[in-house]
């Protein structure tokens, strides 16, 4: 057999004796390149060589004389057999990286959505209210809706359209608010601002059917508006002379967002008002100084004791800090509660922490001053802001002072704020301090009267405002005595 041999000089072929031998060709791949390779073979040997496949080289056999001539072909094939093998390879490796993208991208998004509900989850907290048509309706609000008493329901259809109460007995300590988390913004139709503080303002809003008092607070002071809303969602502060809370939720209009804090809206208004627009010019009766009185003294009870509900849920005490006429409203029945707890503090009842705004109005004086006791006034004195009972006393102070300014209604038509008549009429901090601290007066009670009823009433509120914070009784004290003073024939 004859066959073209690679490595035979000088004439490149090479011969063997048996005519049963082949010729071979080989093809083989390398890290440096290709090499070709081709000669003679023995017939017992091509069993073993020829034919053979391999992911870097191949061999084939031929049985005629130079038949390993026509290589070339052999290495066509060769090629194009590696070309499919990596192309299959890059095909699998293609379905790989594609897949992986797709579930990296995945994962991104369910990240990216449970960080986002877990940034404005507590944002998002509101009642079920019905469905209504979006809008902001700017245009002021009409005055004769304030006058259609169908717009208003009693509060139990409040209760049973906003809030689910659940509870076994009849006792309210033992009640517990389930609300609904749902977006309200959009719902909302707003109306004429009906209030104005000094982190917030206050807007009438139509959501379904009924109206509420909207409390708007800026972005600047989110602050001052998560203290509000985190005292409103403490557990088992519900009580009919606090004001109802029904949800919070943010509000963006073009570049402005305001984050919002959504209350039962009482068309009477505040005490202040009330007291202050007295239009048919008639004194504050009795029986409405002991309704406003006790519904006051029940509703600061409440808030300074401690509720213990079922499954272990406490109410801690706490203290309102900010008590005043002015946030103080008038409900249908002439009851009186409680409102705006901007400054309010409470006591953890496990580490006996102090956590609020009431702290800041210690060391910066916040607030109205005409209100505050002497231990806020004057930085001097030795108060202690680590007891919540200190700032329970400083309540019963200015509940004093909100007292004497209803009582001093029911002797004389003009009315006027505590002090007011002993100071001058553009008086600073230290008039007040030298008059409340120092001198240690009080406002004056009436003396155009001799009813002796009324004289006891202004007797008691000595026991409230005396100037050792220590020496003033609770507000569950003065609920006995204001309902042993009241009149028989005067039910509340």
């Known amino acids: 057999m004859k066959c073209n041999c690679k490595y035979c000089l000088p004439r490149f072929f090479c011969e063997t004796l048996n005519k049963n031998d082949f010729c071979y060709y080989r093809h083989s791949i390398k890290s440096n390149g290709t090499n070709d390779d081709f000669g003679c073979v023995q017939a017992d040997v091509a069993r073993f060589l020829c034919n053979t496949t391999d992911a870097n080289y191949r061999t084939e056999c031929c049985s005629s004389f130079f038949c390993n001539i026509n290589y070339p072909l052999l290495n066509e094939s060769i090629t194009s057999s590696t070309s499919v093998q990596d192309h299959h390879q890059i095909g699998v490796w293609g379905t790989i990286i594609v897949i992986g993208t797709i579930i990296a991208l995945i994962l991104l998004a369910i990240i990216m959505y449970c960080a986002y509900k877990r940034k404005f989850r507590n944002l998002w907290s509101s009642p079920s209210f019905k469905s209504h048509t979006i809008a902001d309706d700017e245009n002021s609000f009409d005055i004769h809706i304030k006058n259609q008493t169908t717009s208003f329901v009693s509060p139990t259809e409040h209760h049973s359209d906003t809030i689910s109460w659940n509870s076994e007995t009849s006792d309210n300590h033992n009640q517990t608010v389930v609300l609904e988390t749902r977006r309200i913004n959009k719902e909302i139709i707003f109306h004429e601002q009906i209030g104005q503080g000094r982190h917030a303002r206050v807007r009438l809003g139509l959501i379904g059917q009924q109206y509420r008092a909207i409390k708007m607070y800026e972005t600047r002071f989110q602050n001052e508006f998560e203290r509000e809303r985190a005292i409103f969602q403490t557990d088992l502060i519900q009580h009919p002379n606090i004001l109802n809370f029904f949800g919070a939720d943010f509000f963006a209009k073009g570049t402005e967002t305001y984050h919002m804090l959504i209350f039962e809206w009482h068309p009477s208004g505040t005490l202040h008002d009330i007291l202050q627009e007295n239009k048919t010019k008639q004194f504050v009766t009795i029986e409405q100084l002991f309704q406003y009185s006790i519904s006051l003294c029940d509703g600061l009870a409440h808030l300074h004791s401690i509720k213990y509900g079922t499954n272990d849920v406490c109410k801690p005490q706490m203290a309102h800090c900010d008590i005043k006429s002015s946030n103080i409203l008038v409900k249908q029945n002439g009851d009186c509660c409680l409102s705006d707890f901007s400054l309010a503090v409470r006591c953890n009842p496990h580490t006996k922490d102090i956590q609020g705004g009431g702290i800041e109005r210690l060391y910066h004086r916040v607030g109205t001053k005409l209100y505050m006791p002497p231990e806020f006034l004057d930085k001097n004195s030795h108060f202690n802001f680590d007891r919540i ?69 202004f007797n008691l509120l000595d026991l409230y405002w005396c100037q050792d914070p220590c020496a003033r009784q609770s507000s569950a004290n003065l609920q006995d005595q204001l309902r042993q003073l009241r009149p028989i024939n005067i039910s509340v």
């Open 389 to 457: 009972s200190a700032y329970q006393q400083g309540d019963m102070y200015s509940l004093a002072l909100v007292l004497w300014e209803i009582g001093n209604c029911c002797c004389s038509i003009t009315h006027i704020r505590p002090y007011e008549n002993q100071l001058p009429i553009n008086f600073t901090i230290d008039n007040l301090i030298q008059l409340v601290c120092i001198e240690q007066k009080r406002p004056l009670s009436c003396i155009n009267t001799s009813d002796s009823i009324l004289i006891s009433f």
